[in-house]
């Protein structure tokens, strides 16, 4: 009896230290930091859609014969909220980049959105047309912020779920590496704006 309890404590030492050197923990930790951060980044688009009806009807106003542009930012808006994002997402590259994509060409609508208000100085000196640009460049700049944000936690998570001995531990759980950003082909060009 005495040498079966020393043999259970020292089965539970022993568990203790393998489970606790597997990586399980981290490995869950790691992947929430994933979804938290995912979540910032559709919380800034989620900004981004909203402010968007706002700044269409106040061009709509100014710029009534600029029916394409703002049709094409309508659609854009349509298209990224009409993609169900969940955390699927993290989980597959495909669905991952057709909503990179939905975004990509959201900002491409917007830019040429905001690139048609110079062509109506009564427009770009309406009060509420410049505070709803402030607001879409800021909303922007905290797109960048989250994407960045969410790129630097899927690269620590990534990297952990691919060394020994969490690798183990991550294919019996069924941990897998998750997508990450990348740029849209020709995105390193300036979109080309013509009137």
Known sequence: MKQLKKLLVATTLASSLLFSGCGYNALQAKDE?????????ENQYQRRTDLVPNLVNVVKGYAKHEQQVLTEV?????NVAG??????????????AK?????????SALSRLLAVSEN???????EQFRDLQVQLEGTENRISTARKNYIVTVQDYNTYVRQFPQVVTAKVIGMKVKPNFQAEQGAEKAPKVEF
């Open 33 to 41: 930091a994933v979804v938290a951060s995912w979540s910032e980044v």
């Open 74 to 78: 309508t659609e854009a808006r349509a």
């Open 83 to 96: 993609l169900k994002v969940d955390r699927a997402v993290l989980e597959d590259p495909e669905l991952f």
């Open 99 to 107: 909503y990179q994509q939905a975004q990509s060409q959201m900002t």
């Open 120 to 126: 109506y100085p009564d427009l770009k000196a309406n």
